[in-house]
């Protein structure tokens, strides 16, 4: 199936496996990391990462001008299911730029989506977040936290304690502390055994860790980190509703001083919690934004808030 509409030279359509490498070809522009051209692009093309998404493009003859993937999710938004698709990677080849080109291809996709039942679109804008307000998306609340470890002279007494586990082997039990750390908020992505092993997937080589409150056995929170010689960064975490995020922060602080860690954070919360043990400031990139894409889906100022608490392992 494919479309012509609005410019009548773009036409767009899923992405055939020649398509999809040229896509990849083109943003290396944006996201490459260093490698050859060649190398990154045959990367993408086996990773798991990318893999989970559809890739579409708007071409101009045999030309792939415009390009952008969609990753299903599920958001539990005010208590109900809601099928969505996560927007990535949204790219203009520089010579068909200013021609609307990448704006034709996201409303052709959303048709599509709305076709196939989804509700909302959820994407995390690395530009003016007013260009895909144009389109629908609201802003959401989207902030970074950082932390020195070491700069507190007199550190408190750790209040508990971390023990690092293997999500595989501990998939049902962290799968079941997700579901009981997120159920209260008015807005969260759901994650079923599928997403869970894609994330796992995506993510080898990081450190999982239980958080076992000062004199619990039982692991009250969790937290998944990513270091490296520089920061070490928190992708995913979480604190059950009878556990204290106050002390899990500040246990998590002063156990990174401990390990001599230089300065940890990354997407967290602008909570009470978060903003009494780290410098919380707006992102400028990778802003998290949601679009109610039917008239039945729920929208509300607490929702905005609460997807300020989307975690950084779910961004595509």
Not at 52 to 62: D, F, L, P, Y
Not at 193 to 208: A, I, K, M, S
Not at 222 to 243: C, F, I
Request: aromatic share 12%.
């Amino acid at each position: 199936m494919s479309s012509q509409a609005l410019d009548s030279r773009l036409d767009c359509h899923i992405a055939s496996d020649s398509e999809r490498a040229a896509s990849f070809g083109n943003v290396y522009e944006c996201w490459g990391d260093g490698r050859p051209v060649d190398e990154y692009v045959a990367s993408r093309m086996v990773s798991v990462q990318h893999a989970r998404a559809s890739w579409w493009v708007g071409c101009i003859g045999t030309t792939v001008a415009a390009s952008l993937g969609t990753y299903p999710i599920v958001l539990r938004v005010g208590g109900v299911s809601c099928p969505g698709f996560a927007v990535a990677a949204v790219y203009t080849r520089p010579e068909h730029r200013r021609r609307g080109h990448a704006a034709t291809l996201m409303r052709w996709v959303e048709r599509q989506q709305l076709a196939g039942g989804a509700q909302f679109g959820l994407l995390y804008s690395d530009i003016n977040p007013d260009y895909y307000a144009a389109m629908g998306y609201r802003l959401c609340d989207s902030h970074y936290a950082w932390a020195v470890p070491d700069s507190n002279p007199q550190p408190r007494p750790l209040a508990g304690r971390f023990q690092e586990f293997d999500p595989s082997e501990q998939a049902g039990r962290l799968a079941e502390m997700y579901i009981s750390v997120q159920s209260s908020r008015s807005v969260w992505i759901e994650r079923d055994g599928e997403y869970w092993d894609w994330l796992r997937g995506r993510y080898t080589g990081h450190e999982w860790h239980w958080w076992l409150s000062e004199g619990s056995e039982v692991p009250t929170g969790y937290v998944q980190l990513k270091a490296d010689a520089s920061e070490t960064r928190v992708l995913d975490w979480g604190v059950v509703g009878d556990g204290d995020e106050r002390a899990f922060w500040e246990n998590l602080v002063g156990w990174s001083a401990e390990r001599g860690v230089s300065r940890i954070g990354g997407w967290l919360p602008a909570s009470e919690a978060v903003s009494g043990c780290f410098e919380v400031e707006r992102r400028e990139i990778e802003l998290t934004m949601l679009s109610p894409l039917t008239p039945e889906a729920f929208w509300s100022d607490e929702l905005v808030r609460d997807a300020g608490w989307f975690a950084e392992c779910d961004h595509v």
